[in-house]
């Protein structure tokens, strides 16, 4: 690749010139994020009326990249092809341990120096931690991975935010995240005025990075307040579930008044939901990272291997350990 680009120039500042980024996407990407990091700056050049944003993708391989969805998303080349774009994006999801290479990690780590800032998307995160590129910098991953990558990396200021600029380095922690950041981008290059366009072309309103990802912190408003109360207590004790009688309790319920809302609300007893919360959440930890089924069934709120197995097993039809395999 050619020469350095200058490093001191934010790319989070009013600037006449375009601004070109280069999209690493790998493969298991969801469309969404691709989707969510591009369309925004496609639609400021329509209101703009003139190209103020520019973008390539480029892939591990240089080859189209298959996405979860399963479309194939063309490539412009291999990492190579981002030479000459002031910013390079990583947009990753499932299985970025296998499709972020070593080959494709020390690439990024010696290539780093010619952008003028690096950005991760979801997952993309943890393929700059591995790259060394996030060392002494603040950073954000998927809500889902949020406890993992900031175990695995120290060395790195993990954040619940829903993205994260420090310096030369930005971090969304997935597709809504990653267009909200796009638009805090269009609005420092450009004004809120035309960031507030853009947002209407989408029907949306732009968040702001430090609000946090969960979902507990953003009640449904077609639930009965109690109901997402109770919901937000339940995914904030996986580990260590509280019984109906507790958890009424705590909202200032009775046990049956907890069930009749609930059923009223989601069709189901409090029970048998926080079950299911606590059912996904292994779910996730066995196909996406390596903890024993020991740990993960603690860290789910079960008392070993076993009870998960079995209460896995009547939730998904299959045992967890076939899942992993």
């Known amino acids: 690749m050619a020469k350095s680009a200058k490093i001191d120039t934010s790319i989070f500042a009013p600037r006449p010139e375009p601004l070109t980024l280069a999209l690493l996407v790998l493969p298991q990407s969801s469309i969404l994020e691709v989707a969510s990091t591009l369309d925004p700056l496609r639609s400021a050049n329509r209101h703009l009326g003139h190209e103020a944003y520019r973008w ?11 996405l979860t969805c399963g479309i194939e998303l063309p490539s412009n080349g291999p990492l190579t092809a981002a030479e000459g774009a002031d910013a390079l994006i990583v947009i990753a999801g499932f299985q970025q341990s296998h499709s972020a290479t070593q080959p494709l990690i020390r690439d990024l780590a010696r290539n780093a120096p010619r ?3 690096i950005g991760g ?10 790259a060394g590129l996030l060392n002494g910098y603040k950073a954000t991953v998927h809500w889902e991975d949020l406890e993992d990558f900031a175990a695995t990396h120290p060395q790195i200021d993990t954040a619940p935010d829903r993205f994260v600029i420090d310096r030369n380095r930005f971090t969304a922690g997935g597709a809504a995240p990653a267009c909200d950041l796009m638009l805090h981008l269009i609005r420092a290059r450009h004004g809120p005025a035309l960031a507030l366009q853009v947002a209407a072309s989408f029907i949306t309103t732009a968040r702001d990075g430090s609000e946090p990802q969960m979902t507990r912190t953003q009640p449904d408003p077609r639930l009965d307040p109690r109901v997402s109360a109770a919901i937000a207590r339940m995914e904030a004790t996986l580990d260590a579930p509280e019984t109906t009688a507790e958890l009424a309790s705590a909202i200032g319920l009775s046990p049956r008044r907890l069930e009749q809302i609930f059923h009223e609300n989601l069709g189901l007893p409090p029970a048998t939901y926080a079950l299911g919360l606590r059912l996904a959440a ?10 024993p089924l020991a740990e993960v069934a603690l860290r789910c709120g079960f008392s070993s291997a076993s009870s998960l197995s079995r209460a896995f097993r009547a939730q998904f039809g299959a045992a967890p350990s076939s899942l992993r395999r």
Do not use: E, Q
């Open 282 to 291: 292994a779910r996730r930890m066995i196909t996406d990272t390596r903890h």
């Open 115 to 117: 952008f003028a800032a």
């Open 56 to 66: 390539r993708v480029v892939s591990p391989d240089g080859r189209a990249v298959p």
């Open 121 to 130: 998307i979801d997952a993309g995160a943890w393929v700059l931690a591995r």
